[in-house]
């Protein structure tokens, strides 16, 4: 596939993403205003469960993938590649089915024993569960139809769908709750439909991109032994990741009210937003360098491949987290206008941030580490991350509630920046180490925080909430245009584009 194509899928997976984010958060506020903070605390209890949930997927995403990546390569695989999307779609609808009805027969007890509320009846709340329950069956293998179009390079297909869902899903929500019922019950009915919409959609497309066949897929137990040792590490990766960034959620909805957790939920779901901005790079380049590593390709082709990519995650990650960082207070209060949620969240925002971005720097180390099929450090880092950070998690969020759970974030995904990239580097592109520090992270990283740091001390005491506005925009595009000055991929740009003009 050629580079234009791959630029294509990254600029369908920005769009995806960024409305996507849009569609998530500009109706957070409405949200609340219908339904109450505590409720919007259940959406974020939901949004754990479902995280937990998600080690059932047993890394099966992902190897369709990987797997139909590398098969697009060869005309002999056309079969095989069908045979494998029913194979595992076979499984995950079968999984789906019994995590929906076990989280239907949890909903009691958790509504009881776990849950704090003081607002929303218990009755509700245990409505609310079982709905979750069956929305989570209705959805569980968007995961499989999403990563089989990922793997097929169909992402601007994939993207339509998934603007068209958005959406759906969030403005229709508003909808219902202001005509119908500004209940959170009625919030997740509408879930289901949606749900059910996407995963047929999904599905369609999926089938009808594969290659032609002279039969059509069958279950194949062959292929999942074929398989079974990338999907056992991706499961593994999978469990431990859940494992250390859902403990916060787990603890703190236990010892929280509803109320508090639900500021933690907002402060986390803003800082993750970073995530969503780096994942559009992931989804293109994971089988694209699948398809290098399954080839003969250069090393250098390969290098210049990641080295590009992790250019454009500074790009797209660091301007955003320093402006969220330095400016969080402001941006609230633009959002909700209203200074209790500014007070409650912006110091958890501020901190929780710095973590994301961390990680959100670490995705293409982790997607080319993926690519070759090395799935060993992500799961032994982990699993030394759990046994030492799990019980001082647990030590600083019973002393500081939510701020220890968000310092807790930053020291795991630091540990990761200083100790993953050097073992990572010793085996894969050897020599490319420092060029990821120093060009591709140090550099945009330094420059933008200078731009804002500057801006930040600079800024006069604004009551007015548009010049505020205007003041953290007129920032956030000098720290976007620094950042593309500071790496090599958008200078060369830059300098084309002059050249084409004379």
């Given amino acids: 596939m050629r580079e234009t194509s791959i630029t294509a899928n990254i600029i369908a997976n920005f769009v995806g993403k960024v409305w996507s984010v849009i569609m998530g958060l500009i109706f957070i506020p409405l949200y609340i205003r219908f339904m109450g903070i505590e409720a919007y605390g259940l959406i974020g209890v939901f949004v754990s469960l479902v995280t937990l949930f998600t080690i059932l997927d047993m890394g099966l995403s992902s190897t369709l993938s990987r797997e139909l990546a590398r098969l697009s390569t060869s005309r002999d695989s056309r079969q095989e590649s069908r045979d494998l999307v029913r194979t595992l779609e076979c499984v995950y609808w079968g999984v789906g089915v019994v995590v929906g009805f076990t989280l239907v027969m949890l909903a009691p007890l958790i509504a009881q024993h776990w849950i704090k509320t003081e607002g929303i ?12 329950g069956l929305i989570v069956a209705v959805q569980w293998p968007v995961a499989l139809y999403d990563g ?7 992402q601007v297909l994939l993207n339509r769908i998934r603007i068209g869902v958005a959406t759906i899903q969030n403005g229709g929500a508003v909808l219902v709750l ?3 019922s500004p209940t959170i019950t009625v919030y997740f009915t509408w879930q289901i439909f949606v749900g059910l919409m996407q995963v047929v959609l999904l599905a369609c497309f999926l089938w009808k991109c594969l290659p032609e066949a002279n039969n059509r897929g069958v279950f194949r137990k062959t292929l999942l032994k074929k398989n079974w040792r990338f999907a056992a590490g991706m499961m593994s990766i999978s ?8 403990t916060d959620k787990i603890i703190l909805s236990r010892i929280l009210p509803l109320a508090g957790f639900g500021y933690y939920t ?4 803003l800082a993750s ?16 360098l699948s398809q290098l590593n399954s080839g003969e390709a250069n090393e250098n082709i390969v290098s210049d491949y990641y080295h590009k990519a992790c250019q454009v995650v500074s790009i797209a990650t660091v301007p955003a987290a320093c ?3 330095l400016f969080s207070h402001q941006i609230l209060l633009l959002w909700f206008r209203d200074s209790i949620i500014a007070q409650n969240t912006d110091t958890l925002l501020r901190v929780l941030v710095i973590g994301s971005l961390l990680n959100a720097i670490m995705t293409m180390p982790f997607t080319l580490q993926l690519a070759y099929g090395w799935t060993k450090l992500t799961f032994v880092k982990n699993v030394i991350a759990v046994i030492v950070l799990i019980p001082l998690m647990i030590w600083l969020t019973n002393l500081y509630g939510a701020i220890g759970a968000a310092i807790v974030w930053i020291i795991l995904n630091a540990g990761y920046f200083v100790v993953e990239v050097p073992i990572m580097h010793g085996r894969v592109l050897k020599r490319e180490m420092w060029r990821w520090y120093l060009q591709d992270v140090g550099m945009p990283l330094c420059t933008v925080l200078i731009v804002v740091v500057l ?3 600079l800024m006069p005491d604004i009551r007015s909430l548009y010049l505020s506005l205007m003041w953290i925009l007129a920032t956030g595009l000098l720290a976007m245009l620094s950042s593309m000055l500071a790496v090599p991929i958008t200078r060369k740009w830059c300098k084309r584009s002059v050249a084409l003009m004379r």
């Fill in 266 to 269: 907002l402060a986390f779901n």
């Fill in 273 to 288: 937003a970073l995530s969503l901005l780096v994942n559009p790079v992931f989804l293109a380049m994971f089988p694209k």
């Fill in 239 to 246: 469990i431990t990741s859940i494992i250390l960034t859902q």
């Fill in 148 to 154: 089989g179009l990922v793997g097929l390079q169909q």
């Fill in 455 to 457: 801006s930040r001390i």
């Fill in 323 to 325: 402006i969220l960082a």
């Fill in 121 to 132: 009846p218990s009755q509700t709340v245990q409505q609310a569960l079982m709905i979750m």
């Fill in 178 to 180: 202001w005509l119908i």
